[in-house]
């Protein structure tokens, strides 16, 4: 028995002799390597990293962080929107450039944080609003870094950071950008990866991303598949999904004003936009006159033959049997009206910013969210039925509508009929987004999840600290 625990006492002190010799592996460390990720648990882990340092710092110091982000959005917008359309070949330069510029200026930061304090007999309760952690974010190719960059501002107020896989299409000027942000934000405060990229983004990395136990939210600003995908995860999704906002213009409106906004609207970066107007219901009335308008506003117009031409080249067929179904042919995608009218043999002048014609509700331009700088207008009898085929063709989307008119009741039934998260009244439909109107700017806008268009506190969840029967001050003592 004593030679027994002598030999397990000289076991014990052999195996801790050993271990005290073996050196210590000091934890890997990602500083350095700028948000710029291969491998999703790398890329999580660093954010990880990140959001630990983070909740260290002071709001302050986030503010300092968002601003490095706007300045870098700001000054740079140039730079980094040629880069985003050579990258991605869709769209138009001009509003590549001023997206990136507009979100720096205009996207709510830390000052969008409120508390709220309920004083009564039994003390005091306070609710502060509180980060996630590290949020999985899903970036579309129509706005690869500006959905970044915006998305980024909003979840770092809120005290987060974020693992991005961006659309493979704008992969490069992405990665550019995120390199961009964390340098300066590193350089200043010595935190890296606030912001963790995929550099080469699948569909397999963003399921990755959708499982991984490190991400705690998940924000998705895409199509419709990616807005399943991101729902049937299993975790909390906000999901900025598709939209197809139809127009309606009553015998009432102001043709020439409502012409102008329908162009500035649907001319936006060759119609990327999910708020964009994809399609017009004019009555009867006004149809005619309105046309004209648009024509003397500068948009082109299509005669049947044209437009027959053009959905034949544009528009195209995916799937089979019951999942048929009619999709915007890629090569014509955000390409410039001009590309558009070459393409059915027909020569507009280059700067041209919208083609239109008539055309009736079968046609695949009115039912298809088609993202190109063209606009079918369906003569219709009344308001009434505008109304019903503009509810019908947004397809329960829930996202944008627009209407041009002077009548209040029509405007009003209108809003109640179609029930979407941004409805524009007598303007472009940017002016939704506050470009042009009121409000706060965000190309995220979680229409299918309800919290519409997104601010720091959509990326925060409440926390509750109560005193009880103590600091009331109000009473006599």
Same mark, same amino acid.
Do not use: W
């Given at each position: ?148 960059? *915006?998305? =980024?501002?909003?979840?770092?107020? #809120? @005290? ?8 493979? !299409? %704008? &992969? +490069? ?40 136990? *490190?991400? =705690?939210?998940?924000?998705?600003? #895409? @199509? ?8 049937? !995860? %299993? &975790? +909390? ?60 506003? %500068? ?179």
């Amino acid at each position: 028995m004593q030679a027994t625990e002598a030999l397990i006492r000289n076991v014990v002190a052999e195996v801790l002799a050993r271990i005290a010799t073996v050196p210590h592996t000091p934890q890997r460390s990602f500083a350095g390597r700028y948000g710029i990720f291969t491998c999703v648990d790398e890329a999580v882990a660093a954010a990880s990293e990140a959001f630990d340092r983070l909740q260290g710092c002071t709001l302050a110091d986030r503010k300092r962080i968002i601003d490095h982000i706007r300045r870098i959005s700001i000054e740079q917008s140039v730079e980094l929107g040629t880069m985003e359309m050579e990258e991605t070949r869709i769209g138009r330069l001009e509003h590549k450039i001023e997206k990136l510029r507009v979100l720096g200026e205009r996207t709510p930061g830390v000052e969008f944080l409120r508390s709220e304090v309920f004083s009564g007999d039994h003390g005091l309760a306070v609710i502060e609003h509180a980060p996630f952690g590290v949020i999985g974010a899903i970036t579309p190719v129509t706005h690869s870094l500006p959905t970044i960059t *915006g998305n =980024a501002i909003s979840m770092i107020a #809120g @005290g987060n950071t974020l693992v991005v896989n961006p659309h493979p !299409s %704008g &992969k +490069r000027v992405a990665a550019e950008g995120v390199r961009r942000f964390n340098q300066a934000i590193y350089r200043d405060l010595g935190i890296d990866n606030i912001i963790a990229l995929i550099a080469e983004p699948t569909l397999e990395t963003a399921q990755a991303i959708f499982k991984h136990r *490190g991400i =705690a939210l998940i924000c998705v600003t #895409g @199509g419709p598949a990616v807005a399943r995908a991101a729902m049937n !995860s %299993g &975790k +909390r999704a906000i999901v900025a999904g598709p939209g197809n906002p139809p127009v309606v213009v009553d015998e009432t409106a102001d043709l020439d004003r409502a012409a102008r906004c329908i162009i500035q609207g649907a001319a936006y970066d060759n119609n990327l936009l999910c708020i964009g107007e994809k399609e017009v219901f004019a009555v009867a009335e006004i149809f005619d006159a309105l046309l004209a308008a648009m024509e003397r506003a %500068g948009a082109v117009r299509l005669n049947a033959r044209e437009v027959d031409a053009l959905t034949a080249r544009c528009i195209t067929s995916v799937g089979e049997g019951e999942k048929k179904h009619d999709v915007p042919h890629k090569d014509f995608l955000g390409q410039d009206a001009a590309v558009l009218a070459r393409g059915i043999g027909k020569d507009v002048p280059p700067k041209t910013e919208l083609l239109f014609g008539e055309t009736d509700e079968t046609n695949p331009f009115v039912s298809v969210e088609q993202m190109m700088p063209f606009v079918p207008f369906v003569r219709v009898r009344d308001v009434d039925e505008a109304i019903e085929k503009a509810r019908f063709y947004e397809h329960g989307f829930r996202h944008t509508a627009i209407i041009h008119s002077t009548n209040v009741e029509n405007m009003t039934r209108m809003g109640r009929a179609l029930d979407t998260t941004l409805f524009i009244k007598n303007g472009p439909s940017m002016a939704g987004l506050g470009l042009g109107g009121e409000g706060y700017l965000s190309f995220s806008i979680a229409t299918p999840t309800g919290e519409g268009v997104t601010t720091p506190l959509t990326f925060t969840r409440e926390r509750r600290c109560s005193m009880i029967d103590n600091l009331r001050i109000l009473g006599k003592p």
